[in-house]
T-cell receptor, first 114, second 114 residues
Framework: DGGITQSPKYLFRKEGQNVTLSCEQN?????MYWYRQDPGQGLRLIYY???????QKGDIAEGYSVSREKKESFPLTVTSAQKNPTAFYLC?????????????FGQGTRLTVV | AQSVAQPEDQVNVAEGNPLTVKCTYS??????LFWYVQYPNRGLQFLLK??????LVKGSYGFEAEFNKSQTSFHLKKPSALVSDSALYFC????????????FGSGTRLQVQP
């Protein structure tokens, strides 16, 4: 079954800790994205990557970091510099360079600071 | 810069009645428009997209959307609502002149009453 797998589904973080959210896809897509979802604010772009070993900041990149060492994987690290990390995080992928293609989403990770 | 507005936080409709969820957009070049649906604590599911051609686009689960270039709108419609249509709906845009990542609206919660 092709798709995007995010893990874990729920994650709890203590203040001052870094945590890493996993995103793996087997759709053979070059482009991958991370979005943050807060109630009433829709989805905001954190980082995106059009190809392996390359990524760009989105609208709210401060306090986050990513890597793209493999085509299939695009992990997101929420650092202690992110002041309000409690949110629902969504990973997506698509075929780059084709504007008419939709993005496919994982099931999300809900991060809570305790 | 590309942007999307969903002016209604919530839409209430009785089962069997037609529904409309509104979306307007702003882009520099030609727009590529998408609708997604989200159920609680899940990722986004693709419903339909407008690329070029017919202004009335048909998608999954009986949904359709009407593209209006002069009004820069892409409203989601369904002739007869079901209780199971109750969910959060997102409109998104990709601009041929802008960045490749989708930009999302703030979402509209659809509540269908039995």
């Amino acid at each position: 079954d092709g798709g995007i797998t995010q893990s874990p589904k729920y994650l709890f973080r203590k203040e001052g800790q870094n945590v890493t959210l996993s995103c793996e896809q087997n759709l053979n897509h070059d482009a991958m994205y991370w979005y943050r979802q807060d109630p009433g604010q829709g989805l905001r772009l954190i980082y995106y990557s059009q190809i392996v070993n390359d990524f760009q900041k989105g609208d709210i990149a401060e306090g986050y970091s990513v890597s793209r060492e493999k085509k299939e994987s695009f992990p997101l690290t929420v650092t202690s510099a992110q002041k309000n990390p409690t949110a629902f995080y969504l990973c997506a992928s698509s075929i780059p360079g084709r504007l008419n293609t939709e993005a496919f989403f994982g099931q999300g990770t809900r991060l809570t600071v305790v | 810069a590309q942007s999307v507005a969903q002016p209604e936080d919530q839409v209430n409709v009785a089962e069997g009645n037609p529904l409309t969820v509104k979306c307007t957009y702003s882009v520099s070049g030609n727009p590529y428009l998408f609708w997604y649906v989200q159920y609680p604590n899940r990722g986004l599911q693709f419903l339909l997209k407008y690329i070029t051609g017919d202004n009335l686009v048909k998608g999954s689960y009986g949904f359709e959307a009407e593209f209006n270039k002069s009004q820069t709108s892409f409203h989601l419609k369904k002739p007869s609502a079901l209780v199971s249509d109750s969910a959060l709906y997102f409109c998104a845009v990709r601009d041929e002149a802008g960045r490749r990542a989708l930009t999302f609206g703030s979402g509209t919660r659809l509540q269908v009453q039995p």
